[in-house]
């Protein structure tokens, strides 16, 4: 018990600096084009244990082919982690969770849905503030953080989190805009340049 309780207090701490990080924006950042659908069927392969455990049946509607933007891989990733990893926690067991990834003309948006097994008697509002997840649902091992870290992270990356409440049904949509490439770096010299006439 008092291990379970320790690590419960260290991933808090460490949610906590994340999202503090977050919200002062003292983060760096890591931009590269990376192909979004892979990084949720990599996400898909990581969490299978999670989703399979949770007895929700999760749908996967993703394109074939690529869908490449400019992002933080690693946050983007951590992202699409806490939302998966939030209906695992709070999800009702026995119904169907969808995760879709849609092209706009503009960037791309991923939406989660789920059916929550709790009745969802607070705010799209107020369920992105921290802890309100932790607070009132005291038994599971959240943070009550998981979606405000979404929220900071698609905000860092000049992206929107939204969050829409209808009786039991959660959803939660991520919309990347499409940002400038990242400048190629130079090219090595074959030789050295020179300096001018030897003396």
């Given at each position: 018990t008092l291990d379970k309780k320790s690590q419960r207090l260290k991933r808090l701490i460490e949610d906590l600096f994340e999202v503090s990080k977050a919200a002062t924006r003292n983060v760096a950042m890591h931009y590269a084009e990376v192909d979004l659908a892979a990084l949720l069927k990599q996400v898909q392969y990581e969490l299978a244990d999670k989703t399979e455990a949770s007895g929700i049946d999760f749908r996967w509607q993703l394109p074939e082919e690529r869908m490449p933007l400019v992002l933080d891989g690693h946050k983007t990733c951590r992202i699409f982690e806490n939302l998966v990893v939030n209906i695992t926690k709070y999800g009702m067991p026995g119904t169907r969770a969808y995760i879709t990834l849609m092209p706009q003309e503009h960037g791309?948006?991923?939406?989660?849905?789920?059916?929550?097994?709790?009745e969802l008697d607070f705010s799209a509002e107020e369920i992105t503030d921290r802890f309100v997840r932790g607070d009132r649902s005291r038994?599971?091992?959240?943070?009550?953080?998981?979606?405000?870290?979404?929220?900071?992270?698609?905000?860092?990356?000049?992206g929107t989190f939204s969050i829409t409440v209808d009786g039991d049904?959660?959803?939660?949509?991520?919309?990347?805009?499409?940002?400038?490439?990242?400048?190629?770096?130079?090219?090595p010299l074959d030789?050295?340049?020179?300096?001018?006439?030897?003396t």
């Open positions: 791309a948006q991923v939406v989660f849905k789920n059916i929550s097994a709790t038994n599971t091992e959240g943070s009550g953080l998981g979606l405000a870290i979404a929220k900071s992270f698609a905000e860092l990356q000049g049904l959660f959803k939660a949509a991520v919309i990347f805009p499409v940002l400038p490439s990242p400048a190629p770096a130079p090219e030789t050295p340049p020179s300096l001018g006439p030897s």
